[in-house]
C-alpha cells in the first residue's frame, strides 16, 4: 500500500474530526506583504554601442515572460526602446532617476550606481 492509498483512507474515516479551512488572502495583501523578488542595480553602460549611451537593469530573478511584461510597461511609460534578454533589461539612453522611480512605483528594491559609465 503506498502513501496515496493511505491518505484517501484516512479522509474517508469519520473517527478523525475534520480540520479547518483557511482563509484564502487576497492577492492585493498578498502583493503587499511579499515585496518583489530580490535587488535590482541599474548601471548605465556605452560599451559596445558605439559611443551611445543605454540604461542596464540587472538582479532579476523572475521568468522571461514576467521580464518581458515590466520591460515593455518601462518601455511604454518611458517613451523609449530597448530589450529584455538574459535577465536584464537594456533601455536606450540614460534615465536612472525615471527607471528608478517607475521599479520602486512597482515594489522592487533598485540600487543605482550614478558614476558608474563604462
Not at 535587488?39 to 558605439?50: E, N, P, Q, S
Request: hydrophobic content about 30%; charged content about 35%.
Amino acid at each position: 500500500m503506498d502513501w496515496k492509498e493511505q491518505l484517501s483512507r484516512l479522509r474517508e474515516d469519520p473517527s478523525l474530526p475534520a480540520g479547518e479551512e483557511m482563509p484564502a488572502e487576497t492577492s492585493e495583501e498578498a502583493a503587499k506583504e511579499t515585496p518583489k523578488k530580490g535587488t535590482l542595480h541599474i548601471v548605465i553602460d556605452k560599451k559596445g554601442r558605439k559611443g551611445k549611451v543605454a540604461t542596464i537593469i540587472e538582479g532579476f530573478t523572475c521568468d522571461e515572460e514576467e521580464l518581458g511584461k515590466l520591460s515593455a510597461f518601462l518601455k511604454k511609460k518611458l517613451g523609449l526602446g530597448g530589450s529584455s534578454r538574459g535577465g536584464e533589461i537594456l533601455i536606450q539612453g540614460d534615465c536612472r532617476e525615471r527607471v528608478t522611480q517607475l521599479l520602486i512605483g512597482e515594489g522592487y528594491k533598485v540600487k543605482t550606481s550614478f558614476n558608474k559609465i563604462c
